[in-house]
């Protein structure tokens, strides 16, 4: 399927048993969740049950897998027990992930934090992800994808350009691919809600990385203005984003056949993202 539209879902209650449902009360064509608290450093083991339901469950509808690492990963950290954890998180994933039938991981850029630390964080960034991204590689394990930042804390990538920089601190890697937020790349300061600027965005990623590259898209509106820096994800169309630039983005060759994962304002369960998910495959249609 071209450019499979899902959100990120809950797990609480059981990775099959609550993921599943909300899957298809969504109407989701793919699904993100997390393996770990997002804002915890504990490394659960995972319920093999529920696990092998998830894996077959997603397979039966058709629905590729993700995983969100926590958002505590930061491999740009001057901080030494931040990095080792941040390490420890990403292979955890990498591992759960195996075991759910999850295509790819994804973590969050990192920071420097410090300008002091400026300097080293792209040093520290090789020699954290590299010998990751080698075991990933050589056991088949999920792919990682790095997902640029809003910016602020010093990101070592926030705008797609800083993603050139970033790939060649690890070799250009090839298990390491992009995921691509639209509201961090608005809050980094890409003007996606100007004609022609999502498409002018993701022409600057492929020259950047080059095609084969991008591999998930996090489809956001945002509450704040362009290059705020702040990460406050809002429903599609209902923010300063606006409906228009992800017309642009469901058009753009870049994304023919990457999946779109919303993570946008959900309540009381699945309604806002069924709503989202909708919208984004009306405009779908219409790029057709
Ligand atoms: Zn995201």
Redo the contacts with the bound molecule.
């Keep these: 399927m071209s450019r499979p539209i899902g959100s990120h879902t809950r797990t609480s209650g059981g990775l099959a048993r609550a993921a599943l449902p909300y899957a298809d009360a969504a109407g989701s064509e793919a699904v993100q969740v997390y393996v770990s608290n997002s804002r915890g450093w504990a490394l659960p083991p995972g319920d093999p049950k529920q696990d092998t339901l998830f894996r077959d469950g997603c397979g039966e509808r058709g629905l590729p897998a993700y995983i969100?690492a926590s958002l505590l990963v930061n491999l740009g950290s001057p901080t030494e027990q931040t990095v080792t954890r941040s390490v420890e998180t990403l292979e955890h994933a990498l591992r759960r992930g195996a075991a759910i039938g999850a295509t790819a991981v994804?973590y969050h850029a990192g920071s420097s934090v410090d300008p002091a630390h400026d300097d080293k964080a792209l040093h520290q960034l090789r020699e954290a992800l590299l010998p990751l991204l080698d075991v990933a590689a050589a056991r088949g394990l999920p792919k990682l994808l790095v997902?640029p930042s809003a910016g602020g804390g010093r990101s070592l990538a926030s705008k797609v350009q800083d993603l050139g920089p970033y790939l060649a601190a690890v070799e250009d890697h090839p298990w390491l691919g992009v995921?691509f937020?639209t509201?961090?790349a608005w809050a980094a300061g890409h003007d996606l809600a100007r004609p022609g600027g999502m498409t002018e965005t993701l022409d600057a990623l492929v020259a950047t990385v080059g095609r084969e590259r991008l591999m998930l898209i996090?489809a956001?509106d945002s509450k704040d203005e362009c290059g705020s820096t702040r990460d406050r994800h809002e429903t599609i169309g209902a923010g300063r984003i606006g409906t228009a630039a992800f017309a642009e983005l469901l058009a753009h060759p870049a994304t023919a056949g990457i999946p779109v994962i919303v993570?946008t304002p959900t309540a009381p369960l699945h309604e806002g993202h069924a709503a989202d998910i909708a919208l984004l495959k009306g405009l779908r249609l219409s790029a057709a």
């Design positions: 969100h994804v997902e995921c937020d509201c961090h996090h956001n993570e």
